[in-house]
């Protein structure tokens, strides 16, 4: 059955306003989407009838909050098909979950001499925990070099795999060219050397299913904000006996049992790893984003965004002086281009001033720029809400441009 995108489009009040007099079409969902009503409801319900912190308490809104919040967890858990609550690790983003990662493995795992493995077409905050790491440890990063197409060189990939290789980190979609790497085969052949394998998948559960016993990814990471949940949460997925084995990440509230000067005891799992007051409001706005998600269908979602990358390709590519960086078989949706003697700057800045909305820059990913030799890029990226409609306004824009600055 068709999607009514009307319908959907209906659901997101920022979708319905005008920038610099023109009608907003919204085309930077990788670095954020919009949020529903329902979501933006379930954060005013809770600070408006529930606000109160949870876990302890006694009375009423305490218990109606922890449950709330707890049911996220749960959300989360059948979204993704973990095996148990307590391999739901609820963050402030793909972020710190990566950080959390690196920092308890860097003082109980890695040790001089270890190598860890990234690609070439990582986010910064795929690369950096795990420089950072390898100086306390002493371990080494090994990169994964990054073909023309925007494909990861798997041959380079086995290559670089061996006794020494102690984790394998890598996304599962390039936030900056919109590749979807082969992680159902990277996976195991880590885990054949002994690895762990940590996927960052901030820009994968909001277009795909994503089911983490069928990967087998000891760690999988995402992000609420660009599921069309709220910012300032995130999730860590992590295989039950690999977190009990980890220290703690942060010390304070809530991940302990028993505290005296002498010593203290840690929390079980999940709790081990949440000190502090979390974000609330954060997790219940999760949880009404996956309950999006699920009656939209995210086969459904992943079918619309697939036909608006194709016909936002065939419109681009008619155009002429244009150079799609990252053109793997196998895309996410989103175009990553650059115009032949254009700034993506200047292209950015006047597609802002006929209302759309794009994303300039190096993304997150200076490696890739560089690897690409060039300074940034123009990236569209295109969410369920998204219309072939607004395609046609950006590429409108897109004329405009050239005729400019061309």
Request: net charge negative; aromatic share 8%; with cysteine.
């Amino acid at each position: 059955m068709a999607l009514d995108i009307q319908n959907i489009r209906a659901q997101f009040p920022a979708l319905h306003q005008e920038v610099n007099g023109r009608p907003l079409v919204y085309f930077d969902n990788g670095a954020t989407s919009q949020k529903p009503q329902m979501v933006i409801d379930a954060i005013t319900h809770y600070y408006s009838k529930e606000n109160s912190n949870i876990h302890r308490g006694v009375h009423f809104l305490s218990q109606q909050a922890t449950d709330k919040y707890e049911a996220a967890r749960e959300a989360v858990r059948r979204f993704i098909n973990a095996g148990s609550i307590e391999e739901i690790i609820i963050t402030r983003g793909t972020t710190e979950a990566i950080n959390l990662v690196s920092s308890c493995l860097a003082r109980s795992l890695f040790k001089t001499g270890d190598e860890i493995i990234i690609s070439a077409i990582e986010h910064h905050s795929n690369i950096v925990p795990w420089q950072m790491a390898c100086e306390q440890s002493g371990a080494v990063l090994k990169v994964i070099p990054v073909l023309d197409s925007g494909e990861l060189d798997m041959d380079a990939y086995r290559d670089l795999l061996n006794e020494k290789t102690k984790l394998v980190a890598v996304n599962h979609i390039s936030n900056a060219l919109g590749t979807i790497n082969p992680i159902e085969e990277m996976i195991p052949l880590a885990h054949a050397k002994g690895a762990l394998v940590l996927i960052d998948g901030a820009q994968a559960v909001p277009h795909a299913k994503v089911d983490v016993q069928a990967l087998n990814a000891d760690f999988y990471c995402f992000s609420a904000h660009k599921m069309y949940g709220p910012t300032g949460v995130g999730i860590l997925y992590g295989k039950k006996d690999i977190l009990e084995k980890m220290p703690p990440y942060h010390g304070g509230g809530e991940m302990i049992k028993e505290v005296k000067f002498e010593g203290s005891t840690y929390n079980d799992l999940p709790f081990k790893f949440e000190g502090g007051t979390p974000n609330i409001a954060g997790g219940i706005g999760l949880e009404a984003a996956i309950r999006f998600m699920e009656e939209v269908g995210v086969e459904n979602i992943a079918k619309q965004e697939a036909d608006l990358l194709a016909y936002a390709t065939e419109k681009l590519k008619a155009i002429g002086g244009i150079r799609f960086i990252g053109e793997a078989k196998n895309k996410a949706g989103l175009v990553s281009f650059i115009m032949e003697g254009i700034h993506p700057y200047d292209a950015g800045s006047t597609l802002d001033k006929l209302g759309v909305a794009i994303r300039t820059g190096h993304h997150c990913a200076q490696p890739v720029m560089d690897r690409f030799g060039i300074p940034g890029t123009m990236r569209a990226s295109f969410a369920v809400y998204n219309t072939k409609e607004e395609i046609d306004v950006f590429i409108a824009g897109v004329e405009r441009v050239k005729l400019m600055f061309g």
